[in-house]
């Protein structure tokens, strides 16, 4: 991920060192105070496409729920009602399956 410095002042930034600095006029993120060579100059960060999907991701993963419930109540009835089957044959095979390609990815 890159990030790039400009020179503006803007959003949460802006506002937190207005805080810190008791709300002083120029005294923006980045500025040295009045009469320094640095008066006036602000900083911005500027993030790359793939960091951008990154936080987009982040954000949906955060948005969607835990269980999805279309997927699971039927299982669930099926369990209560005792209709689920399971073959032993099928679960032994897939995990037969998961460890081979676990050894051959290791390999």
């Known amino acids: 991920m890159v990030t790039r410095i400009k020179s ?3 959003g949460q930034l802006g506002r937190i060192s207005r805080k810190r600095t008791g709300g002083k006029s120029g005294a923006g993120v980045g500025s040295a105070g009045a009469g320094s060579a640095g008066a006036g100059r602000a900083d911005d960060a500027e993030f790359s496409s793939g ?8 954000e949906a993963i955060h948005a969607a729920p ?3 419930v279309e997927l699971v ?3 669930r009835e099926a369990l209560a ?3 689920y089957q399971v073959s032993s044959l099928e679960v032994a095979d897939k995990i037969l399956r998961q460890v081979l390609m676990e050894r051959k990815k290791s390999i």
């Not at 960091?51 to 982040?58: E, P, Q």
């Open 8 to 10: 503006v002042n803007v």
């Open 51 to 58: 960091a951008r999907t990154l936080g987009l991701a982040g």
């Open 66 to 68: 835990d269980v999805r």
């Open 73 to 75: 109540e039927p299982i």
């Open 81 to 83: 009602g005792g209709r």
